[in-house]
């Protein structure tokens, strides 16, 4: 297979790690945790490849999610003192320690090829060439494997905890805690967050980490009601956007990293445009609705209440034709009348208050 | 009955939900009235109506205020947000926060200087937090925040004042002080309306009150209108609170 | 160090560095009160777009890359407000919170921006003036030039004329919004210079920070200060100088070593401040603070 077709393969696997990591963060409202983790594994991973000049060791992997959860505790340890705000504490942690990881990376790291730009953009061109070998048999690039093995945890974790999950996504009180094992549960999954982001940071690069945990699980929260149904649709854009942002970079001569987080922001904007019910345009034209018929039957109850309609802002003289046209008042000698229709349509709206 | 605010046919929306429909009321000069009413009736948003804080789909506020009162200055109505809606860790001391209230008597490029800060001063002696001057507002209690609030309204010199559960969170000895002291604002001629969730204290504080659920409901004298029966259609519910907070009032009720 | 201090070079960036500083840090405290360091990396990092774009246009329109800040500002201010607004609506209209939607403007303007970056910078013929453009991402002071000072300067001076006029507005704006609306002022006035405020506050230290971490300059030095003070005027003060003073140290220090990118340096030194702040400070601080908050 070329190295191409591996490259998209690894891609693709990566986009699908993501977006389900991404999608029990976005139903957890805890989006921000991914782009805090991919900011602060960076000093574990250039200060483990420092040390050992050796790509494959899995020490690299523990010493980039230490510095994963050191980032979580040092945020909560701000966050409970209350002295800084959370948002700003969260900010300036995870700024600092990627700052430490460039520093690190620009000065000690100068004569490899694991520079500053990758830390941005991950290294997915050159990931087919790393391959796995077990004796003398060529299995195929490491990354794929990798990638591929933490989709299988991640399946695992998901299947395991359905139910909890469920119940999350549907009561909304429950958003932010993981109901019945609370505790447990974020410890395993924050890790399982923690290994994702760093086994996708030589591919993906931090930004399109945070894009690809985002941007597709967050379109398909706007169009699906069930977990099953968010994880598929989170899974398939995400494949989507891997593939159309790699075909992108290949006669842009680029690397994929910018075209494929593009896609899934492209992607994004398009959903929450035109999703039927929860899009912006669908919304308005339901706006528009909603709004006309408060008027309506804002305009029935004054009539009913026999008041004088001066005081309405709106422009009531087309309301009320409408109003008698559809039946729903009507005009005996000098006084308006509700029909029964007119009076169901009102008694209805008053019922729903 | 001298009225101080009357709204007509007051509707308001926010978004797909109504949140006032149809309100028509009066609010009488002079006088301690209560808005009561359930989570989610409107009640804030009836003040922030009047304040002209939000949009309206129909209907009008009108401020029916004596030449004199009028023509002084752009604050007109002394109004007390929800204490829960500032952040009290914000770096500025107690002197600072009812100097706001000046803030509209002064230009945008204008500091308040020694006359507002002597009138600062008075309005915070009249709440008795005036050896707190410099403190930082984190530092004070529940009751001791809600008197710098209303020391802040009072500095603009208003004659009507809107104040949304001003005794949410305030202890009892608070809560007295308080009333005495809008009580003696009542005496002085002045108009008090505020948002009040604790129905066993409308009969000894309030003149007058509007019971609303979105629509409203009834709007009266107190002793006419806080009823079990309109309580009943207020809050939806037959509760010992209701019939307890009714009853002091031998009124004839309806027959079983 | 005297002697690089007399070099034009190094005196040029280590003043316009401190501009900075100074401007980002006391414009950073509205931001820091009103919560919005979430804002800020929304409209830092949306910025690159912003900058690669109006850089392309520079070419498109002379056949000459123009890296001046005169150029690219306005670019960068462009689509942080694009990606601000969009945030916004997100926000407002779906149910999805804010964090979720620094990611998709994340996807969005910076993996678009990154995008077009590397095409400019692979483009062939190669197109003039592109080479550093890529040091926005991580800052370097060193690149700065004199017209570059002069605009720099502008901001700050219209910042802190701005500010120093409309204290009082922009504090009750900040600290109690509805309490100001019901004072009669016309708060949706406000709310817009408050936010011409925040993102003046980012975009006047891209060249030097990077769109990855401008919002550590912004945030960092209102978080310090806030430790030692109860006043707003004395916290406003404060930042500023320690943004300065971290900015064109970290400035200088980059400036003399090569191949350094400037924003981390100054990132380190703004969280050594913020960590000191916290334990050290005698009023609030973990280690010597007497008062406490009362909850």
């Known amino acids: 297979m070329s190295a191409e077709l591996w490259a998209l393969a690894i891609a693709v696997v990566t986009a699908v790690s993501c977006a389900l990591c991404g999608s029990l963060l976005v139903v957890n409202r805890q989006s921000m945790v991914s782009e805090a983790l991919s900011h602060a594994v960076l000093p574990g991973l250039a200060l483990a490849f420092f040390l050992l000049r050796d790509y494959n060791s899995p020490w690299l992997l523990i010493s980039a999610a230490a510095g994963g959860m050191l980032m979580i505790w040092l945020t909560e340890l701000f966050r409970s003192t209350r002295i800084v705000d959370s948002d700003a504490s969260l900010g300036i942690v995870f700024a600092g320690m990627f700052s430490l990881g460039i520093l690190l990376v620009a000065n000690l790291l100068r004569d490899t090829h694991f520079h500053a730009d990758c830390v941005l953009e991950g290294n997915l061109v050159l990931a087919p060439f790393d391959r796995l070998r077990w004796g003398e048999v060529d299995l195929g690039p490491r990354d794929w494997w990798l990638m591929s093995g933490i989709v299988t945890l991640q399946l695992v974790f998901i299947l395991v905890s359905y139910k909890e999950l469920k119940a999350m996504l549907f009561d909304p009180q429950l958003a932010g805690r993981f109901g019945l094992r609370p505790k447990l549960f974020e410890m395993i999954w924050l890790t399982v967050v923690s290994l994702t982001t760093v086994a996708a940071f030589n591919v993906a690069g931090s930004i399109l980490i945070v894009g690809l945990m985002i941007a597709p699980p967050a379109a398909a929260f706007l169009l699906t009601q069930r977990l099953s149904h968010l994880l598929i649709v989170a899974t398939a854009l995400a494949i989507l956007s891997a593939m159309v942002g790699f075909l992108v970079s290949i006669p842009m001569e680029i690397a994929p990293t910018g075209p494929v987080a593009s896609s899934a922001g492209l992607i994004f904007l398009l959903v929450y445009l035109f999703a039927p019910r929860s899009g912006l345009v669908s919304q308005h034209f339901q706006r528009k609705r909603k709004r006309a018929d408060t008027i309506e039957c804002l305009v029935l109850q004054l009539v009913a209440d026999n008041t004088s309609l001066d005081h309405l802002t709106k422009n009531w003289n087309s309301v009320l034709r409408s109003l008698i046209d559809r039946e729903l008042l009507v005009q005996a000698n000098d006084k308006m009348l509700l029909t029964s229709f007119g009076q169901s349509k009102l008694d209805s709206m008053l019922a729903e208050l | 009955m001298q009225t101080a605010i009357s709204t007509s046919q007051l509707t308001v929306t926010y978004g797909a939900n109504t949140a006032l429909w149809n309100v028509s009321t009066e609010i009488p000069q002079g006088k301690i009235s209560a808005i009561i009413g359930p989570n989610g009736a409107g009640k804030s948003t009836l003040l922030k109506a009047i304040l002209g804080m939000v949009p309206t789909l129909s209907g009008s506020v009108d401020l029916h205020l004596s030449p004199s009162q009028a023509v002084n200055h752009a604050s007109d109505i002394g109004y007390v947000p929800q204490r829960s809606s500032v952040d009290w860790d914000f770096p500025i001391t107690v002197l600072d926060l009812v100097l706001m209230g000046t803030y509209g008597r002064l230009r945008w490029f204008q500091r308040p200087g020694k006359r507002e800060k002597e009138a600062a001063m008075e309005c915070l002696k009249q709440v008795e937090m005036e050896d707190f001057c410099h403190r930082q507002i984190g530092q004070l209690s529940g009751g001791q925040q809600q008197r710098v609030f209303l020391a802040r309204a009072f500095v603009q010199q208003a004659s009507v004042y809107l104040l949304d559960e001003p005794f949410a969170g305030v202890d009892a000895k608070t809560e007295q002080m308080i009333i005495e002291i809008l009580q003696q604002l009542r005496e002085a001629g002045n108009t008090i309306t505020m948002v009040h969730h604790d129905l066993t204290t409308v009969q000894s504080y309030f003149d007058h009150v509007i019971l609303l659920n979105k629509q409203l409901v009834a709007s009266g004298p107190t002793s006419d209108t806080f009823t079990q029966e309109n309580l009943q259609e207020t809050y939806g519910i037959e509760s010992d609170l209701l019939r307890q907070s009714s009853k002091r009032d031998e009124l004839p009720g309806p027959q079983e | ?295």
């Not at chain 3, 009082?168 to 309490?179: C, N, P, V």
């Not at chain 3, 006047?204 to 806030?226: K, T």
């Open chain 3, 1 to 295: 160090m005297i002697e690089l201090l007399s070099d034009y070079t190094v005196r040029l960036v280590v003043i316009g560095s401190a501009l900075i500083g100074a401007t980002s840090g006391g414009l950073g405290c509205y931001a820091y009160l009103r919560r919005q360091s979430l804002v800020g990396d929304v409209i830092s990092h949306s910025s690159l777009l912003g900058i690669v774009a109006f850089f392309w246009l520079s070419h498109f329109l002379t056949g000459e890359g123009n890296k001046s800040l005169w150029v690219l500002i306005p670019g960068a201010i462009t689509a942080g407000l694009a990606a601000m607004l969009l945030t916004r609506s997100v926000t407002n209209r779906t149910k999805l919170k804010e964090d979720a939607g620094l990611g998709v403007m994340l996807a969005i303007f910076f993996g678009t921006g990154l995008m077009l970056l590397r095409w400019i910078q692979r483009s062939s013929p190669p197109i003039s003036g592109q080479a550093g453009l890529d040091d926005y991402l991580f800052g370097m002071a060193a690149a700065m030039t004199s017209s570059d000072l002069w605009m720099i300067c502008s901001l700050a001076l219209l910042s802190a004329i701005t500010v120093l006029f409309c204290w009082s507005r922009l504090k009750i704006l900040t600290f109690d919004e509805e309490y100001a609306a019901g004072l009669g002022l016309p708060t949706a006035r406000w709310e817009v210079l408050l936010l011409a405020l925040l993102v003046i506050g980012i975009v006047i230290g891209l060249q030097i920070v990077g769109v990855v971490l401008m919002v550590a300059m912004l945030i960092a030095p209102a978080s310090a200060a806030r430790q030692w003070t109860h006043s707003l005027g004395a916290m406003f003060c404060i930042a500023a100088g320690l943004g300065a003073t971290c900015a064109a140290s970290g400035a200088f220090l980059s400036s003399v070593q090569k191949g350094l990118p400037t924003g981390p340096v100054i990132v380190m030194f703004l969280t050594a401040v913020v960590i000191a702040s916290v334990l050290l400070s005698p009023s609030r601080g973990i280690l010597f603070g007497r008062q406490r908050l009362v909850s």
